[in-house]
Every structure is written in C-alpha cells, then in structure tokens.
C-alpha cells in the first residue's frame, strides 16, 4: 500500500512511501481507504515544534478487505467510513468498530466523506444546543467542512434565519448557497439580530463574542478545540447558557446514537437537503490540501482521494 509519512526538519514535509498492508489483530478491521480528510487538527499538529508520536489519525471512508478475531456486525466488503485514531493518511487503514459504520454504497467517497464526521458533528451540535424549529441560528466557522453542514442542517430543520459568520466576505456568496439568510465577518461590530443559538466551531474571543451577541435564554454550543473563555457574569441578566461539545464521549458511551444520526444524515443527503461541499485533492498533492486549509482557503471539507 501507499501511504503519506509527516517528516520534520526535512527539504519535504511530506513523502509518500510503499509499506505493507497491516494485519488486523481482535477487534480489528482492515480497510482500503476511498477518501481521508484534512482537518485543521492535522494543520495544527504540522505546526507544533515536535514530530508526531505516530502517524496521524482522521476520518476515512473505504471498504473492509479483512476482519480480525471478535469483529461482529461487519463482513468483508462493507462500505464503512468514520474515525481512525492513527494512520489514517494510507491506503489501507486499521479500524476499531465501535468507531465506524455503514456507508451507503451509492454515495460518492467525497461525499460520504464530508458527511462522515462533519456532518454528524454538525448534526449532533443542533441537538446538544436543544434547537427548536422557528428559532434563529448563528454559525461560526461557516465555511468550514462542519459549518456549511450546520448551516444547511439548521434550515432543513426549521430555522427561521440562518447567519453565517465568517473571516472575511468572500465566502458569502458560497454560504448563501448552502441556505444562508445573512452573511456576516467577525470584525463587524455588530451580528445582527440577536441569535438564539449560536453553534460555535472558531473558539478563542469568539466564545465570548458570541455569548454578548445572543438573545436572551440564548444557547452557544461550543465544540472547537480552540478554547476560550467566558466571562459568567455576561450570562446571568439574560440568562445564556454555554454548552460544551464533543463527538467523542458521544461515541464512546452510546455509539447507537451515533449510528442513528448518520443514518438521518443519509436520508437527507438522499432527499437533496444537504449538498456537502468538499475539495479533493490526490496523494501526492497533500501540501496543496494542507496550504488551503492554513490559508482559510477552503469552501467545505478538504481531502485526498487515496485510491
């Protein structure tokens, strides 16, 4: 198989070498890759001043070509697409069960890929925020491969108006057609119409941006990994509430949950209410892939095509 090593202090940052197919061991699937994404978690890891431990993980879609002792639910030649939690960026990955499930077979790698992870990400916010058709929703980040599923997700689902928020206005005419009523740039001074929900995947001044911009008995969900802080004194008046999100307990206490709202995410995207944007790049282009990203570049989800 090919597969992408992440080198530092070297004339290139990225190699593509051959390597053997690994073997699952208990518990374990193999599967060759269709697509891999490229977070901003990859950019922000390629920043750091060490060399990862291992080779990084992400989400993948592919199909199972080998089982390994006690895997149960799953035979070889299933579709399947999730979160691998190292190696991911190869073509043939090893996979744990629990963090994966099925995935329609008519639905395009890039798609499937989009949605995988970004799309219940998306999803699973909207409930965590306790969303109510009618109401008004602000979404950070919303260009991003979670924010535009946000965006189209909270107006399938009844919101009254959607706002996009953004770096800069040359994404809007993109997330207006993702269903979005206004475009906005962190740098206004002023949001518009107070939200009800703000649905924050930026973090940093944001949080607390976003908490003085809710309406009152607002909700933030808060669910990127770049923290920030909040002053509780702003929630107490207006009573806001800030939620703290993350898929991962979420798949590790009740992954049936998860399963569900993938399967809500297939019906959609099959009923045409989600058109998920994506970039795709080869293997060999994985520089260009990372470049759009650290950029803030990218419409939509960003990843390579592997086989």
Request: contains cysteine; hydrophobic residues 45%.
């Given at each position: 198989?090919?597969k992408i090593?992440?080198?530092r202090?070297?004339s290139?940052a990225?190699?593509?070498t051959?390597?053997?197919?690994?073997?699952?061991g208990?518990?374990?699937m193999l599967v060759?890759?269709?697509?891999?994404g490229?977070?901003?978690?990859?950019?922000?890891?390629?920043r750091a001043?060490?060399a990862?431990e291992k080779?990084p993980?992400g989400?993948i879609?592919?199909?199972?070509?080998?089982?390994?002792?006690?895997v149960?639910?799953y035979?070889?030649?299933?579709r399947?697409?999730?979160v691998?939690?190292?190696?991911a960026?190869?073509?043939s990955v090893?996979a744990l069960?629990?963090?994966?499930?099925?995935?329609p077979?008519e639905?395009e790698?890039?798609?499937?890929?989009t949605?995988?992870?970004?799309?219940?990400?998306?999803?699973?916010?909207?409930?965590?925020g306790r969303f109510e058709p009618g109401?008004s929703v602000?979404?950070?980040?919303?260009?991003?491969?979670?924010?535009?599923?946000a965006?189209?997700?909270a107006?399938a689902?009844?919101a009254?108006?959607?706002v996009?928020a953004?770096?800069?206005?040359?994404?809007?005419?993109?997330?207006?057609?993702?269903?979005?009523?206004?475009?906005?740039?962190?740098a206004?001074?002023?949001w518009?119409?107070?939200p009800d929900?703000?649905?924050d995947g930026?973090?940093?001044?944001l949080v607390q941006l976003?908490?003085?911009?809710?309406?009152?008995?607002?909700?933030?969900?808060?669910?990127?990994a770049?923290?920030g802080n909040v002053d509780?004194s702003s929630?107490?008046?207006?009573l806001?509430?800030?939620?703290?999100?993350s898929i991962g307990l979420?798949g590790r206490?009740?992954?049936?949950l998860i399963e569900?709202?993938?399967?809500?995410?297939?019906?959609m995207?099959a009923?045409g209410q989600?058109r998920p944007?994506?970039?795709?790049f080869?293997m060999?282009?994985?520089?260009d892939a990372v470049?759009?990203?650290e950029t803030?570049?990218?419409?939509?989800?960003?990843l390579?095509?592997t086989n």
């Amino acid at each position: 198989m090919r597969k992408i090593v992440f080198q530092r202090e070297q004339s290139e940052a990225f190699v593509i070498t051959e390597a053997p197919d690994p073997v699952p061991g208990p518990g374990q699937m193999l599967v060759r890759t269709e697509a891999v994404g490229v977070s901003v978690g990859l950019v922000r890891m390629l920043r750091a001043a060490a060399a990862p431990e291992k080779d990084p993980g992400g989400e993948i879609v592919g199909r199972i070509i080998a089982l390994g002792p006690d895997v149960e639910g799953y035979v070889i030649g299933d579709r399947v697409g999730g979160v691998v939690m190292e190696g991911a960026f190869s073509q043939s990955v090893l996979a744990l069960p629990g963090l994966v499930s099925t995935v329609p077979g008519e639905v395009e790698p890039s798609v499937a890929l989009t949605l995988v992870r970004g799309g219940l990400i998306a999803l699973s916010a909207l409930h965590a925020g306790r969303f109510e058709p009618g109401e008004s929703v602000l979404v950070t980040g919303g260009a991003s491969g979670v924010g535009h599923l946000a965006v189209q997700l909270a107006k399938a689902r009844g919101a009254r108006r959607v706002v996009a928020a953004v770096g800069s206005h040359g994404k809007a005419d993109f997330l207006r057609d993702c269903g979005a009523d206004e475009v906005v740039t962190y740098a206004q001074p002023s949001w518009g119409e107070r939200p009800d929900l703000i649905l924050d995947g930026v973090g940093g001044e944001l949080v607390q941006l976003g908490v003085e911009a809710l309406a009152p008995y607002g909700r933030l969900v808060a669910f990127s990994a770049g923290g920030g802080n909040v002053d509780a004194s702003s929630l107490l008046g207006n009573l806001k509430t800030v939620i703290g999100f993350s898929i991962g307990l979420i798949g590790r206490q009740d992954p049936g949950l998860i399963e569900q709202r993938r399967a809500e995410l297939w019906r959609m995207l099959a009923a045409g209410q989600l058109r998920p944007a994506h970039k795709a790049f080869p293997m060999e282009r994985i520089a260009d892939a990372v470049e759009l990203i650290e950029t803030r570049r990218n419409l939509g989800r960003v990843l390579l095509h592997t086989n």
